[in-house]
């Protein structure tokens, strides 16, 4: 079964109450890519941006931010 990298910010947008305008501003983050995140678009994990968004909101543990899924096969 194949596995993908899945975003998780929706969910510490919504527990601060934050925009993806104030998420960018307190994070250095340029808005577009924290919207390719949110939406599951972005195609490259950027470590420096993990870590950034894990200190601004002192996330301690990695699977709050991402999170590894399957991805279901289609059967022949």
Known sequence: ???KVTFKLQNIVQK???SLREMSRLTDIPRPTLS???NQ????I???HILRIAD???VNDIREIID???IP????
């Open 1 to 3: 079964m194949e596995k």
């Open 16 to 18: 601060h109450d934050l």
């Open 36 to 38: 390719k995140l949110m």
């Open 41 to 44: 678009k972005a195609q490259n």
């Open 46 to 48: 950027h470590l420096p």
């Open 56 to 58: 601004v909101f002192n």
């Open 68 to 70: 590894l899924v399957d």
């Open 73 to 76: 096969t289609e059967s022949l």
